[in-house]
């Protein structure tokens, strides 16, 4: 069975607005969940309230094989940042930005994961980039 990183969009779409509950289902069926050590570090940074925080910590407990970038997805992140961020003229910002994005493709390549999210911009930049594998929901 193959393996699919959630993108930190999927995660907060769906626990904040209540979207993505049949593709999430199919997406279960199909597809063993890996997590991304990238994605829980942007949950939990973004997690303000005490029960947003919560739930991060439930789902990193529920995490125990996490995914992470290597040395070489890093570098490998900068060139991809440098290379795609000229060629769309973006401000330092929407570099940083674009880093996590970056690193989370990097891993689900190396692991021949799909990547599923509702960043369809930044993933669709990727995926021309390193033919990865994307799945937007």
Same mark, same amino acid.
């Given at each position: 069975?193959?393996?699919?990183?959630?993108?930190?969009?999927?995660?907060?779409?769906?626990?904040?607005? &209540?979207?993505?509950?049949?593709?999430?289902?199919?997406?279960?069926?199909?597809?063993?969940?890996?997590?991304? !050590?990238?994605?829980?570090?942007e949950?939990?940074?973004?997690?303000?309230?005490?029960? !947003?925080?919560?739930?991060?910590?439930?789902?990193?407990?529920?995490?125990?094989?996490?995914?992470?970038?290597?040395?070489?997805?890093?570098?490998?992140? &900068?060139?991809?940042?440098r290379?795609?961020?000229?060629?769309?003229?973006? #401000?330092?910002?929407?570099?940083?930005?674009?880093q #996590?994005? !970056?690193?989370? !493709?990097?891993?689900?390549?190396?692991?021949?994961?799909?990547?599923?999210?509702?960043?369809?911009?930044?993933?669709?930049?990727?995926?021309?980039?390193?033919?990865?594998?994307?799945?937007?929901?």
């Amino acid at each position: 069975m193959h393996s699919a990183i959630l993108d930190t969009t999927v995660y907060i779409g769906h626990w904040e607005r &209540g979207l993505y509950e049949e593709p999430l289902a199919a997406i279960r069926k199909a597809f063993v969940i890996r997590h991304s !050590a990238v994605v829980l570090s942007e949950l939990r940074r973004g997690a303000r309230t005490r029960d !947003a925080q919560r739930l991060v910590e439930a789902l990193y407990r529920l995490a125990p094989l996490r995914w992470e970038p290597t040395a070489e997805d890093w570098w490998e992140a &900068g060139r991809l940042i440098r290379k795609v961020g000229d060629a769309h003229r973006w #401000d330092k910002r929407k570099r940083r930005d674009f880093q #996590d994005d !970056a690193l989370i !493709a990097l891993t689900a390549r190396r692991h021949g994961a799909i990547v599923v999210t509702a960043n369809r911009m930044n993933f669709d930049l990727l995926s021309q980039e390193l033919s990865l594998s994307v799945l937007p929901v």
